[in-house]
């Protein structure tokens, strides 16, 4: 069974950086794409970043380019996501996961994190 374990959360004021941490159970965390999600009250669970197996492929959403850097450590299994300059409109609960696809959509990644609160003050 897969597990996979974020921390990272918490409160911040707007501007400020926080980051995520992901770290995954088993031996093929290498092979798989990972991705980053949030899902605020009320919200849909959206998708904000992804990375390839072998970290040479990255994606966000647009809302977070140039702020949110995904990256990962195979040799760690674990996968982060650096956000600098956060805005009120990014507080969420952050989840991880992973998928065998290169995708963007929730319901092609059938692993979940437990998720982390990450809110920020104005």
């Known amino acids: 069974q897969v597990q996979l374990v974020e921390s990272g959360g918490g409160l911040v004021q707007a501007g400020g950086s926080l980051r995520l941490s992901c770290t995954a159970s088993?031996?093929?965390?290498?092979?798989?794409?990972m991705g980053w999600f949030r899902q605020a009250p009320g919200k849909e669970r959206e998708f904000v970043a992804r990375?390839?197996?072998?970290?040479?492929?990255?994606d966000y959403v647009d809302a977070v380019k140039g702020r949110f850097t995904i990256s990962r450590d195979n040799g760690k299994n674990t996968v982060y996501l650096q956000m600098n300059s956060l805005k009120p409109e990014d507080m969420a609960v952050y989840y991880c996961?992973?998928?065998?696809?290169?995708?963007?959509?929730?319901?092609?990644?059938?692993?979940w994190g437990q998720g982390t609160q990450v809110t920020v003050s104005s």
């Open positions: 996961a992973r998928s065998s696809t290169w995708s963007i959509y929730p319901y092609e990644y059938p692993y």
């Open positions: 088993g031996r093929t965390f290498s092979s798989y794409t």
């Open positions: 990375i390839s197996p072998s970290g040479a492929l990255r």
